[in-house]
């Protein structure tokens, strides 16, 4: 038996919902809006979440974000149940369902995801002051050599034409600063500074979720939207993705941005993805 927290506005799917996933022997809270959902998740510590997509208050993609953003929900399984799934949804949702679908056959995903529920929490993110990520971080503080240090930077550069980016950046991700390791397209403030704090950028939750990022306009964003990068810096798409230290903890981040919206896609993580060993072997040779 597991504890779900559903959210669906339509309460003829969310009863069929409630009671097909009863019937497989589990106890579930509904709810029927975007906040109701968040403060269910709070009080009830469920073992899974459903979340439909448009809800009146927040929409399913920003309850996830929400709490994959939070250390104590970060690694519950979530399922995104949508007749139109957002881009993004698959960076956020463990399984992304479109309606219409049979209910036996949410009910046999439900099961699955609650089976890999161990896993999962053994290779959730840390919180920003994690003393083990932080050690890692430190140990990455050294000056670089400059042969490295310019071969990190023909990297970025390659990144941001590989995915038609203006900007592009990876940096180190500290408790409350994210420092600059390497850029192009950033404003000069930012480079002469040496970074800027953690909470001006996504780049906190990407660290405390340890899931790439991937958005469509951050300015409608409403976790997002009035943050410095897009208040200052006016970037609309973002797709960014975490660094990893040997032992496989969130050291850092690299980021592609735009200030046109929908710039991205799930081929910029790919393209990301497939260069960060490169990068990551960049930045390692500090130690």
Not at 70 to 80: C, K
Not at 122 to 151: F, I, K, N, Q
Request: proline content about 7%.
């Amino acid at each position: 038996m597991a504890v779900i927290v559903a959210a669906e506005d339509d309460a003829d799917v969310a009863g069929l919902l409630a009671t097909t996933l009863v019937r497989a022997g589990h106890v579930v809270h509904l709810a029927g809006t975007g906040p109701r959902a968040l403060q269910m998740v709070a009080e009830c510590h469920p073992d899974l979440v459903i979340l439909d997509h448009g809800m009146p208050g927040m929409s399913g993609l920003d309850v996830g974000r929400r709490l994959r953003a939070d250390g104590a929900t970060a690694a519950v399984p979530m399922m995104m149940l949508s007749a139109s799934a957002p881009a993004g949804a698959r960076e956020v949702f463990d399984q992304v369902l479109n309606k219409p679908i049979p209910f036996r056959q949410i009910a046999d995903v439900a099961r699955d995801l609650l089976s890999s529920t161990g896993d999962r929490r053994l290779t959730a993110g840390r919180a920003l002051t994690d003393p083990a990520r932080l050690a890692a971080v430190a140990r990455l503080l050294d000056e670089p050599d400059p042969v490295d240090e310019l071969s990190l930077a023909m990297e970025i550069a390659n990144l941001a034409e590989a995915t038609g980016a203006p900007s592009a950046a990876v940096g180190l991700v500290l408790d409350t600063t994210l420092q600059n390791v390497a850029s192009v397209g950033l404003p000069d403030l930012i480079v002469e500074a040496g970074g800027a704090p953690v909470e001006w950028t996504p780049c906190g939750v990407l660290a405390g979720t340890n899931r790439p990022l991937l958005f469509d306009d951050l300015s409608a964003d409403p976790i997002f939207k009035d943050i410095p990068m897009v208040t200052f810096s006016a970037v609309r798409s973002y797709a960014a993705i975490p660094l990893h230290s040997p032992e496989g903890l969130v050291v850092a981040a690299m980021a592609v941005m735009d200030t046109a919206p929908r710039r991205f896609s799930g081929r910029t993580l790919d393209t990301l993805l497939a260069a960060a060993p490169r990068v990551m072997r960049l930045i390692d040779k500090r130690r």
